[in-house]
């Protein structure tokens, strides 16, 4: 068998990529031989979802992806920039999380809150990503409050399309959409077992078993088990994270099949400082050791939460096929934290301040979609159509937000202990600090579009939704519709290039964002603009791209620091005039060579107005292979 190498990088106006370590196989140039390519058969896929399997192929390029229509399309195809990450570079680079994931995908900037593990995915200029699971809307952001951390054991690839969703999405980024794609059960049994462990003592365990569950397969099983325990380098910080999938899928009918799934998981964590470390009143850092933690033993970050889902895909004459999903999702979140205030006291040096604080929330999500695609004949050509709905509802419960008015501590950072910081009481008894305020959210649409063929070469692709959305709290209620248009048009200049323009229409309410008078901000409108080159070498194995893009938007919060801590102790927003947003995406990602791996990394990020910022860095690393199977030491990545 070859040996092989790989890589990814991107350009946002950015040069990005998997930056990982790709495992060495058996064989290869060192050998003095040819190098042979593993033979990669696929069957049993149709259309949708199922086209985009990634499992099993070992590429590190997808065969297809809906994220921008409900249309199977290759990449190349697809006429907006669009990033896949496959379960083989999931595995090879062992991206254990949603974050792992984020940060090696080219053209997406993972941007931090706090210390314990919530993140915004963001791209072009900063504008955040919603997420998705199998094509239905998801809660929230990745990191944020209602969402909850997500192991990769469970998904079959990411894909990441990156600008406006305008043709299937409800409340919608310019930044685009991250669609995790659950693992599904074969149709032959199959079982992998993985355990590591990194240099500070933390391990990892995962357990996948998948196959038929009668004679002649019409019905299968798939159970996923993952336990991830992280010790840091940081003093009385350590993760626990368990997490449990399984589904079974049945064939009712020769043309028939159904699904249901469900995932549970517990995210438990004490990691330190939730908002980092204090300076000085200069702004400089006291030189501490590496794994001080000024904060207390008993600090946690605990959040728990389920999903279940139930899909049907119904084969329709005339080679038309439907699709219905229905999923519910539930979290809760409790965050106790002991946060030390800064700065430090000049004249001590190193004498601070512990404050409690203490926050939570639980969240319900109803999630359903709903469409059917097909060709269809017309002036002696075929085209492809399809109509759908979809829609969600979102119910925010937050806690009393709690804060301890007189600090728990007068502490010393160079002799703090952890162990003795007190809590100062029940912190279910501290005094609030902000009132809980329930929220309610309701998004459904309808969408409709085409794909049609005007030559051989030449593809249009059309189409709109129609959107209603309402938004209820205490205080305020909500409601608008809006109709969003989406136009695409593709160019197969020769075999492996395609060039592409695209235009799509931005709206997001903006249910967050509130004006010193406490009403809601008008919503985010504007367009996105974009066009480009695709190509598609090696069978499909290396994918390269390179767009240009713009967008233009009103009504983007912009905190109102001349108004002061008025809403809630924090800023209100004003909405912005118009802002536009431009850049360049170059994306290389697959295989593109035998033997090791590089890759190079040089991010640009556009930001309206402004001249955009640049960095270089390359990494290369020989690969390395395990008896248990390919994993990178996880140390090399530590935060």
């Not at 004949?377 to 301890?404: C, K, W, Y």
Request: aromatic fraction near 10%; proline fraction near 7%.
């Amino acid at each position: 068998m070859g040996a092989r190498g790989v890589a990814a990088v991107g350009l946002t106006a950015t040069l990005a990529g998997f930056a990982g370590l790709a495992p060495a196989q058996e064989g290869g140039p060192d050998d003095g031989g040819d190098v042979i390519l593993d033979t990669i058969e696929v069957t049993g896929q149709g259309g949708g979802l199922a086209a985009g399997t990634t499992e099993g192929t070992g590429l590190y390029a997808a065969p297809a992806t809906n994220t921008a229509a409900k249309f199977a399309l290759t990449p190349r195809e697809t006429p907006q920039t669009v990033v896949v990450v496959p379960e083989q570079v999931i595995q090879d680079f062992q991206l254990n999380n949603m974050r792992d994931v984020l940060n090696t995908a080219p053209f997406v900037n993972v941007q931090s809150e706090r210390n314990n593990g919530v993140f915004y995915p963001q791209a072009r200029g900063g504008e955040q990503l919603n997420i998705q699971f199998d094509g239905i809307p998801g809660p929230g952001n990745i990191g944020f409050q209602d969402a909850l951390p997500m192991d990769t054991a469970i998904f079959d690839r990411v894909e990441v399309l990156v600008g406006a969703q305008g043709l299937l999405a409800g409340y919608g980024s310019a930044g685009g959409v991250i669609n995790m794609v659950r693992k599904m059960p074969t149709p032959e049994f199959q079982a992998s077992a993985e355990a590591g462990v990194d240099t500070d003592g933390g391990y990892r365990l995962v357990g996948d078993v998948s196959g038929p569950l009668n004679d002649d397969a019409t019905v299968r099983g798939r159970l996923v088990a993952a336990y991830d325990y992280d010790d840091s380098f940081i003093d009385y910080a350590w993760t626990r994270w368990p997490t449990i999938y399984g589904v079974v899928d049945a064939d009712v009918t020769d043309t028939t099949t159904v699904a249901v799934g469900a995932m549970w998981t517990e995210f438990t964590s004490s990691n330190g400082p939730a908002y980092g470390m204090p300076t000085l009143p200069d702004g400089s850092f006291l030189d501490l050791p590496r794994s001080t933690n000024l904060s207390a033993d008993w600090a946690r970050d605990k959040r728990r939460g389920w999903t279940a889902f139930a899909n049907l895909d119904q084969e329709l004459p005339g080679g038309w096929e439907l699709r219905g999903s229905l999923s519910v999702f539930h979290s809760e979140a409790r965050l106790l934290s002991a946060i030390p205030e800064g700065p430090f006291d000049a004249a001590n040096d190193d004498s601070y301040l512990i404050y409690g604080q203490l926050e939570g929330w639980d969240v319900n999500l109803y999630s359903l979609d709903g469409y059917a695609t097909g060709p269809v004949q017309l002036f002696g050509r075929e085209h492809e159509l399809m109509v759908g709905f979809n829609g969600s509802r979102t119910e925010n419960r937050p806690i009393d937000g709690r804060a301890r008015e007189e600090p728990l501590e007068t502490s010393h950072a160079f002799d703090h202990d952890p162990t003795t910081v007190p809590r100062g009481g029940d912190p279910n008894s501290w005094p609030i600090a902000y009132p809980a305020m329930d929220q309610d959210l309701n998004q459904f649409g309808l969408y409709a579009g085409g794909r049609f063929s005007l030559t051989d070469a030449v593809h249009l692709i059309v189409g709109a939704r129609a959107g209603s959305y309402s938004y209820d709290d205490p205080t305020t209620t909500f409601d608008t519709q809006d109709v969003t248009p989406y136009a695409a048009l593709t160019w197969d200049f020769n075999d492996w290039g395609t060039a592409y323009a695209s235009y799509a229409r931005i709206y997001a309410p903006n249910i967050w964002y509130r004006n010193a008078e406490g009403t809601l901000l008008e919503p985010q409108q504007g367009h996105n603009y974009e066009v480009g080159v695709k190509g598609s070498f090696f069978d499909g194995r290396l994918d390269a791209s390179l767009a240009l893009y713009r967008m233009e938007q009103v009504n983007i919060p912009q905190e109102d620091f001349a108004g002061g801590l008025v809403c809630d102790g924090w800023y209100c927003y004003v909405p912005s005039g118009n802002m536009v947003t431009q850049g360049v995406d170059i994306g290389l990602s697959g295989e593109i060579r035998p033997g090791g791996t590089c890759s190079r990394a040089t991010p640009t990020t556009p930001i309206p107005s402004t001249r955009p910022s640049l960095s270089t860095s390359s990494t290369c690393r020989q690969p390395t292979t395990s008896a248990a199977g390919p994993w990178a030491d996880r140390s090399a990545t530590r935060e």
